[in-house]
């Protein structure tokens, strides 16, 4: 199999201002050249930016790209070599890496501050309490059961009702869809690893967004796979941050037959990929026959744009497979998710389902039946709800730490912060000691990226977020006197 190599017009654009030219073109720092570029490069791999595993473009491609001398380049790339971000192979080029047995740098911190008594503000996940009306969903659940008791209760498809009010939701979104086209799921990560049985074979490449939904890397290599990253880039807008053609560069290099893509609302940049953007990725998933899995668990979390028509809605054929869920939309311990796709993929994960479990129960599913019949009002007030809460987050970070900087997505329920330092994992390991729960950048990545990043939902109500901000701030006090970050800074263009 062919290497995957990074495109030149990818990193010179990545890289932006990387030698930090004033207004009038002088140079700011009398680093070398090749000093400042290996540190460019060396932020993009650590904000995910540059995927591990990848090569770099050639010594000649990027000398004529950047405009400077081929030994220049060379210079660059034995720094890199040296530092551990590059890997050298006899006889192929040297690929992407991060350094490992580093000596202490200072970033880390030894938490030493006793833990506070009060409980933690659990920062760590993205989902709601549950509204009043999950608790007459269930009442009315119970009403409804006597009608499936002298059955044997387990449906490997879902119930009726269920699959046909799933159906019924997407036919509102402006997706035509039939419920022999619906499969009730455990939630959507139990969705997830169905398809990825049925779709893929131990060591087989899946594309993903880079960063993404960690449980969706788990369940990619729990199934024995590899998650093959391609780099968001946020600075390009709600519509604009999908590098679509990378995602057809790299199913063409590493013949991924499967892909995992948040384009709804994405966590955790809260990103939405426009209709032109959809249409293009169901024609990349045809060309190179490749089957995209969109995972819609969040398209309901639309906080400051219409929603967008379904991206299976660009279907020729089977292409995109839609996975959903309740958690995100109604409650998190609502475990309900569905698949829509074609009715034979539906009979192929039913046959092999057996061997994972025999079905959804079925009093849930008579609840989010009665949920996505009654789901608009209660969606818009949960909506308004995240848009306030959000609003309080992004005060108390402007007041407690103004040079961090928020990327704010047009819906779901997190920022995905950067930080002035690469840290978020010593910050995470750090802030329980001041009384807030984290989940580190890296988590949302593969091989240790982002830790220049952070996600901070804004499920929480309006007072706990603001004393989260209050302890993370003090968390990050602590750290970042001991934070050795190098003058380079990644300019966006």
């Not at 990193?11 to 680093?31: F, I, S």
């Not at 960063?211 to 199934?223: C, K, M, Q, V």
């Not at 074609?342 to 092999?352: K, M, Q, V, W």
């Not at 830790?451 to 602590?478: K, S, T």
Request: glycine share 8%; aromatic share 6%.
């Amino acid at each position: 199999m062919a290497m995957r190599v990074l495109g030149v017009s990818s990193l010179t654009r990545d890289l932006g201002q990387w030698r930090q030219d004033d207004a009038n073109g002088r140079r700011k720092t009398a680093r070398p050249a090749y000093h400042a570029l290996a540190d460019g490069v060396r932020l993009l791999i650590h904000d995910g930016r540059i995927p591990l595993g990848v090569a770099l473009p050639s010594e000649r491609d990027l000398a004529a790209a950047l405009g400077l001398s081929r030994t220049t380049i060379t210079s660059t790339y034995t720094m890199l070599r040296e530092d551990g971000y590059l890997i050298s192979r006899q006889g192929s080029r040297s690929t992407v890496a991060l350094p490992s047995g580093t000596a202490p740098n200072g970033l880390m911190f030894a938490a030493t501050t006793a833990k506070p008594d009060a409980p933690a503000i659990d920062m760590s996940y993205a989902a709601l309490p549950a509204p009043p009306e999950v608790e007459g969903a269930y009442a009315a659940a119970l009403k409804a059961l006597p009608t499936y008791l002298p059955s044997h209760g387990m449906e490997p498809i879902g119930i009726p009702v269920l699959r046909e009010a799933i159906a019924e939701r997407y036919r509102q979104r402006g997706l035509p869809t039939e419920a022999d086209q619906i499969m009730v799921t455990l939630g959507a990560q139990h969705a997830l690893r169905l398809l990825l049985a049925a779709l893929t074979a131990p060591g087989e490449r899946v594309l993903i967004e880079h960063p993404t939904y960690p449980n969706g890397i788990e369940a990619i290599r729990s199934a024995g796979a590899r998650p093959v990253p391609v780099p968001l880039r946020p600075e390009e807008g709600n519509s604009g941050g999908w590098d679509l053609d990378g995602i057809r560069s790299a199913a063409r290099q590493t013949a991924a037959r499967m892909a995992y893509l948040v384009v709804d609302f994405h966590n955790p940049t809260g990103l939405c990929m426009d209709e032109a953007g959809r249409a293009e990725l169901a024609r990349i998933a045809r060309d190179t026959r490749m089957t995209v899995v969109v995972d819609e668990s969040m398209a309901e979390l639309n906080l400051d744009m219409d929603p967008v028509i379904p991206a299976a809605a660009f279907n020729r054929g089977s292409e995109l497979v839609t996975i959903g869920s309740a958690s995100k939309s109604f409650w998190g311990g609502l475990r309900v998710g569905w698949i829509r796709a074609n009715p034979s993929l539906i009979t192929r994960l039913a046959g092999t389902r057996a061997a994972v479990d025999l079905g959804t129960p079925v009093m849930d599913q008579l609840a989010t039946a009665y949920l996505l019949a009654e789901a608009e009002p209660m969606l818009e007030r949960r909506r308004e709800l995240l848009r306030g809460q959000r609003t309080a987050l992004l005060d108390a970070i402007d007041s407690h730490l103004p040079d961090w900087r928020p990327l704010i997505g047009a819906g779901g329920m997190a920022l995905w912060v950067q930080l002035p330092a690469p840290v978020s994992t010593a910050l995470a390991a750090t802030a329980p000691n001041f009384g807030v729960l984290l989940a580190a950048g890296p988590r949302f990545g593969v091989e240790g990226a982002f830790e220049r990043f952070i996600r901070l939902p804004y499920a929480q109500n309006e007072q706990d977020l603001a004393l989260a901000v209050c302890g993370i701030a003090a968390a990050y006090e602590v750290l970042a006197p001991r934070s050795d970050e190098s003058s380079a800074t990644l300019v966006c263009v």
